[in-house]
Structure formats: structure tokens, C-alpha cells
């Protein structure tokens, strides 16, 4: 204003005076005042248009996030459908209008899905919104089904887990819990008390513990129980414990051998009663497996060496003359191998999604059957490229002549049995004492599992790391915790 008064000033000064300065003055500060009043339109009109561009792109956004929300919905109805309902000629993308309240179309979302692929549950939704005013915005997710390999251990019976056993890896048991090692991840159970069955005295917590001072107690543990306050116990738990919790539907782990059975006759590898002993499988990393019939087992040293139960015994194939070579096969398309008998089964394999499913049909307790592992069993690659799942009627089982040192990748699946040994003492001569089992996979059991017992027989150090990637890549046809997509990931792509 003072430059302007200044201006105005020497107008004055150079023009002699007259009636009309008023005038003149007038006029420029008028046309000062319109520069000034278009200026500030003009901003309020850009900040009016850039307010509406954000709030038009939010709305494309929201479009594209719409996307994205209705095909989970359309997937929760229709799990297998990833063509959005359309013929299965249809490759997409998929559009859908959007409409404001009002019923008038402000834009549409454009939905590019991407199946899961072979073993896994993951399916990929990329949702392109587009407004009717121009903006485009697109967003990712990726949907899954969780397995019920989100555990390292699942059980439906009472657990003791003790000295010497490392556990990597969530564990859930639907029953109560004694663990005496060191586990990294939360131990929960469906129970706040209970009565462990393996001493006297009152009931103890869902989940509790022997240890005292480093060392083991067996007796009744009166600090480990009701009415007490649960202690955090780090020395053992180091993330914590939970009790009571939801139980786990272990129908959902038991899932049903007749439609692996099923898709193993139409697509797999199917192997009938071995009329013997059962059969044994060595896996390779070429892609092929060898397949033996088991005609002979190895003999119990003595009477004593094992319990008198009918399924015990020393589950050993004879070193010599104990099997006859069937065949080398090539592993079936669609990743399941369906045995009517007992199988064996350890090698290797290298970028692989393999089950291997045992079971003998019409159901009976006395002819299940079971699956054994004495030499190692492994993968190759430790990122979700294999996958190993073993599922048995009965048992999944480590047998008196199983390795020193024996190492098992994969899920390990006992439907109406345990994943562990049979018992072996001191009358076994050899092996009944072992020293380190390792697992990298998960074990779900129906009753109590276990590889070492209490008089020190069995696997010494029992050491359990829990493969993350089954979660949403489980072995194929392996059973899933529900049937609704969860979201695992979401991104905006440019």
C-alpha cells in the first residue's frame, strides 16, 4: 500500500492540479483492487479444483478397495471360483460398476485375479478402481485359507513334553500340557486345570511345569496350579503361556484318507495291500521315488524288549532280505501317493510338494495303518519350495532301528494314532536308547506323542522347528483350518 501511495504521490507532484485527480486515483486504486479480487478467485478456485482431485481420488481408492473386499466375499461363498463367476473360457480382467446412494455410476473397479497355485491356498486379487472424473487406483491383496500346519505341535490328548525337547514353533493341545524343555513360541490349551496323569496330587494348570531351579520335580507343583497366580516362567516359556483357549477342531486335522485315496487313483499313485509287510519309499531329488515291498522285519531280541500291545513291536525293516524292489516311478502331477498297508519312507527331495497318505479301508481299529520313518527324511530348499506331508490312519512312528541321530523335514499327521516311539528298554539289546531327533516340520497327533519316556529310553534330545511357509503352502490335499480367506497382504500398486 505504500508503494502505491508513493506512485499516486508523484502523479501528483508531476501533473499541475486539477478538478479531476480524484479521478485518476480512484481508477487505480480500483484497478489495484480488481488485480487483487481476480488473484484471490483464482486461488480459490485452484484450491476449490485440488481439493476436489483429492477428494475424487479418495474416492477412487475406496473404489478400488471395494474391489478387492467383494471378491473375498464372493470367495467365501464360492471357495474354488476364481473366474468371478464367469465361464471358465474368461481370463478377465472382471468389471463391476460402482454407484454412488443414488444409484448414479461414479466409476467401476476392474478385478485381475491370479489362482493359487499348485499346494498352495494363496490367491492373488489385483482391483483397478476407475472414476468416471478421470482418476485410477489399484490395490493388491493376496487371500489365503490357513492350514492346520499354523502349529508345531497340535495334539487332542494330554501332553508331556520333557527334559532335552526344544520346540521352535507354536503348540496347541486341546487337552492339558506339561512342558519341561524350553519352548521360543506360546504353548496354549483349551483347559485351565487339570489332573496330570503322570503323578498324585491335585490338578495343575492347562498348561504348566516340573522344572524348579533347572532341574525336574515330579512331585505335585503346588505353585504351578490353582489358586495361584500363573508365573511367566521364561526359563521355560519364553513367550508366554495361554489357558484356557479355544479348542482346535481336530476333525479338521483328520481329514478324510478316502478322498486322498480318491484323488489318488484318478491323478496320484495308488498302491493296493502289499499282501506282505507292507511297502517302502525312498524319495529322490530327481523327481522319483524307489518302491519297495517289505517281506521281512527285523525280530524283537526278546519278549520283554517292547510292551505287549498288538501294534508294538520293533516296526523295523530286516537288513538283509527284508525287501524286494518294485519299481523306480516318477512322483504323480497333482502330489499324492495313497498306500492301502504300512509304508516306510525316507530320501529326499529337491523342489517338491509331496503327501504321502496311509490308510486301509472300511475303517477298523484293528487294521489301521501306519507310517514309519527310521532314516532321514529331507528337504532340499527351506523356503516353501518342498513340502512333505505324511498322514496315517494310526501312527507316524520311529521304529527300534531308526537312526542315532535321525533327521525328519515335513508335517507329520496322526489321524487316530500318535506321532512318536514305541517304548524299547533295556532288554532291546541296541537302540533303545537314541540321541537326537530333529524335525523341521509340524506333528499334529491325535493321542499323546512322544519320542523319549521317562526312564531316559527313546530320543535323548528332541529338537522341533516349526516351517512357517505350510501355513499358506501346506502338501497337497493336507487339511485346512477353515474355509474362509483370510487377507495376508495388502499393497497399492503404481
Not at 513367550?239 to 479355544?246: D, I
Not at 506282505?276 to 521315488?289: E, R
Not at 527351506?382 to 533327521?407: C, K, M, P, Y
Request: glycine share 10%.
Amino acid at each position: 500500500m505504500a508503494f502505491i501511495q508513493k506512485i499516486v504521490h508523484k502523479i501528483n507532484i508531476l501533473r499541475p492540479r486539477r478538478r479531476g485527480y480524484m479521478l485518476v486515483t480512484m481508477i487505480i486504486y480500483g484497478s489495484i483492487a480488481i488485480m487483487l479480487m481476480t488473484a484471490m478467485t483464482s486461488a480459490v478456485i485452484t484450491m476449490y479444483k485440488m481439493s476436489q482431485a483429492v477428494v475424487e481420488k479418495e474416492r477412487t481408492f475406496h473404489i478400488a478397495e471395494s474391489g478387492n473386499e467383494y471378491y473375498r466375499w464372493h470367495l467365501a461363498h464360492a471357495p474354488a471360483d476364481f473366474k468371478d463367476g464367469t465361464t471358465t473360457s474368461s481370463t478377465g480382467p472382471y468389471i463391476h460398476q460402482f454407484k454412488d446412494i443414488d444409484g448414479n455410476i461414479i466409476g467401476r473397479f476392474e478385478l485381475t485375479i491370479t489362482a493359487p497355485i499348485n499346494g498352495t491356498t494363496i490367491t492373488t486379487v489385483r482391483s483397478k478402481g476407475v472414476s468416471v472424473k478421470g482418476p485410477v487406483r489399484q490395490i493388491e491383496t493376496k487371500l489365503a485359507i490357513p492350514s492346520m500346519a499354523r502349529f508345531a505341535v497340535v495334539a487332542n490328548d494330554n501332553m508331556r513334553f520333557g527334559e532335552g525337547t526344544e520346540v521352535h514353533g507354536p503348540i496347541h493341545v486341546n487337552a492339558g500340557v506339561r512342558f519341561d524343555g524350553y519352548t521360543h513360541n506360546i504353548i496354549s490349551s483349551t483347559m485351565a486345570s487339570y489332573d496330570d496323569p503322570d503323578h498324585t496330587g491335585g490338578s495343575e494348570f492347562g498348561v504348566h511345569t516340573h522344572v524348579v531351579s533347572g532341574t525336574v520335580n515330579e512331585t505335585f507343583r503346588s505353585l504351578e496350579a490353582p489358586p495361584n497366580a500363573v508365573q511367566a516362567r521364561t526359563d521355560v516359556f519364553a513367550a508366554g503361556r495361554q489357558f484356557p483357549v479355544p479348542q482346535v477342531d481336530f476333525v479338521g486335522i483328520t481329514t478324510s484318507l478316502s478322498s486322498i485315496k480318491t484323488a489318488a487313483q484318478s491323478g496320484g499313485k495308488y498302491l493296493a495291500s502289499s499282501g506282505a509287510n507292507g511297502y517302502h519309499i525312498v524319495l529322490k531329488t530327481n523327481g522319483t521315488y524307489d518302491l519297495y515291498k517289505v517281506t521281512t522285519l527285523q525280530a524283537s531280541p526278546s519278549s520283554s524288549c517292547t510292551q505287549s500291545a498288538t501294534d508294538w513291536g520293533t516296526w523295523t525293516i530286516k537288513s538283509t532280505g527284508g525287501q524286494t524292489l518294485i519299481g523306480n516311478y516318477a512322483f504323480p502331477v497333482n502330489g499324492l501317493i495313497f498306500v492301502e498297508d504300512h509304508v516306510w519312507v525316507d530320501g529326499q527331495i529337491s523342489n517338491k510338494k509331496l503327501t504321502i497318505a496311509s490308510g486301509k479301508f472300511p475303517d477298523n481299529a484293528s487294521t489301521r495303518t501306519s507310517i514309519i520313518i527310521n532314516n532321514d527324511l529331507k528337504y532340499t530348499y527351506f523356503d516353501g519350495r518342498d513340502v512333505l506331508g505324511l498322514i496315517a490312519q494310526d501312527n507316524v512312528l520311529t521304529g527300534l532301528g531308526s537312526l542315532e541321530n535321525l533327521t525328519i523335514h515335513g508335517a507329520l499327521v496322526a489321524q487316530y494314532g500318535k506321532v512318536g516311539r514305541m517304548y524299547y528298554n533295556s532288554d532291546c539289546s541296541t537302540g533303545y536308547v537314541r540321541t537326537r531327533l530333529t524335525l523341521y516340520g509340524m506333528i499334529a497327533s491325535y493321542l499323546r506323542y512322544g519320542f523319549a519316556y521317562t526312564d531316559n529310553t527313546g530320543y535323548d534330545i528332541r529338537d522341533i522347528t516349526y516351517d512357517a511357509n505350510m501355513l499358506y503352502g501346506p502338501p497337497p490335499s493336507f487339511p485346512l483350518l477353515s474355509g474362509q480367506y483370510q487377507t495376508i497382504s495388502w499393497e497399492e500398486m503404481q
